[in-house]
């Protein structure tokens, strides 16, 4: 039979999938190594230690904390470290100069102001949903910088220049270090990753919907025997939402990538991610729907022959968008949702329904209704996908369809 | 009519939460000025920078880096990084000794290979999700410590435990300072947000429900002025995963609070969390039912009853939550569910649905049915929360009942 075919193929393709996924954290792990010694080098080969000296910390610091699993993460905080030391240590500096010229007790008094009033302002800017989202680790560096330069206006002979632009120059060879490694030897991409997750998001809920169309014909104890995956799927789908945002944000930082490059229209991912989310929710309760009705309900053919017929458009939909090419036949398989919307309400007329007993007949108009209602949001989606690859400019491919 | 009542309740209700939550975010960025200005006082007071000396940047970062919003948070961060810091610390110190013994190129290499050995494992270890989801940082700030302190053995002649030592000392400084500010000045607690943020999802789900039982009564045209507000709340609750997660996680680390004490089971709120999403994606499913129904429909009045014993139940159950007592009606509750579901099943007998037209039949059918679907969720959800409160030892509190 073919269940079983399908679901060792899918047990195949999870299994590798895992093992690909077990080898980038390995070549991360090793990546972070590589970055860390590189470093160190600066404290450990005598002429470097010579040219930066203790500051040679800062170095370290920074590749610690900006090396991160994915390249656009990695770009984002550094970029984010680089600026907000820059700023915080230049107002830090003119801070501080200022301080030692006031000297006295004004200087604890001016210093003591500072430190509270930018405190207090950047962490309250720190809530800002914008400044959230993208810059907080910047306006906490800023913070960081600020206070840690300040404060050495304090100490009066201290030149605090000086200090300032060895601390920037070492956490700039941290940059590099840590940039050149994370994007040049076996790089991972956040986009990569938001891409993929999507189109195998198409995948897992035409497979779910499968699933329930089998389903329909079995017994109650068939279904009862059965362990209870296809919820998890619908789930998983559900709560994608806070990743899909965090991967977004982090391809923004990735310029340089050689599918997608400038402003790729990531909103649109996140847009159509929304309407997969619907989708998954409209799944779920119609699976409830199958779990409740008692009986094989194969006298539903139709709704078998129509169910069929959107899992093969989630595929279609799902495949052209893994391989990057416009879906030439949008247009008809929008028309053809739309038939088949038509052909499930009539499905349902008169005589098909009244077969059933009355608790049994409700699950069934439920099912029906249900099953339209995913043929409408496929359609949404459809047309979502289609805006997406008309605003990124996916290449055309004329292949000859049938459905 | 009660309908703008509610609603302007509604709107007072959450422009004072608003303006709550406003103060809270002031409140914190002052507690944030005020800890860095302590801890700028080793600086400043040159009694206390005799003692520290340039050490007391130690004690800065430590309060920009730990101190966050709650008070778990804090607390949490706090801990990983003093972990962090002796671990790595300590470890750090025995390899520089060791490789200052061996000296001349050995040093080098011991040196390197340690750094690369440690920084990779650390990493790698970072991927492991129960790590990941409470240590991360502290296994960030050991590689981190750990890198520092072994560099400095690369420096013959250089006193490597004290350097740490003093380290070590003006992290704690941080620390205390940190924690003494966040916890004994207006706190915010990770565990009340927690728990409010649950029992504000009853009362949503139950204004939803109670928003489409209106609804039906309501022509095609009065559906299209009105705007779609009622989603939004559905898909709030559908995307609360990852946030009661983090919360569930910070609390674990509040065992100070006068509400929650030790050993609370937070893992119950995220089991909740998830039936209430299950709820929220069934109560969806309805909203569109209502939608796409074209005719007022009026004539399921027995309906209508039965969506308000649901909302009632929802509201009542909530409230028991928020004032943290057992909810004793709850057997009754169970059984009244039980019961109108089955009069629910009786609503649809025959001739009700007969009434209506083809294409109307399906929906008000699956109206009917997901009315159930939620009753069934909603008994499942009593039955979670009565076990949360055994769990937790709510009080008990007997009230009569009337439903």
Redesign the interface.
Known sequence: SIVPTTSYLKDNNNKQKKSEHDIK??I???K???S??LV??L???NPL?DQVGEN??WA??TV??IFEFNAGATLGKGFNRGIGTIVGGGLGCLAATLAQKIGGVGN?IF??SS???L???A??FR?VPRIKKRYDYGV?VF??TF??VV??G??PGLKVWEIARERLLNILIGFIVAICVNLFVFPTWASDELHDSLVERFHHLANTIQGCIEECSKSVKEKENQPDTSFTVC?SV??S???DESLANFAKWEPWHRKFGFSYPWEKYLKMGEVL??LA??V??LQ??IH?SKKPTESLKQCETIGSKVVWTLREVGDSMKQMRKCEERDSIIAKLKTTREEL?LV???SMIEEFE??E???I??L???F??VVEKVGELVIEVGELQDVAGFRTRVTPVSM
Chains 1, 2 share one sequence.
Do not use: P, Q
């Open positions: 954290k390995l991360h792990s090793t972070v190594g590589i860390l010694v160190s080098l404290y450990i080969l230690f040679a910390m370290i610091m610690v904390v604890s210093i003591g430190v509270y009033i405190g207090s302002c962490t309250y809530f906490v913070m960081l206070n840690l404060v050495s304090a100490r789930k559900l709560n939402k806070s990743k989310r619907e929710a409209l779920l309760a409830c729907c409740a309400s349902t007329s008169t009355n608790d007949r409700l699950a108009a439920s029906v209704f249900l339209m209602e």
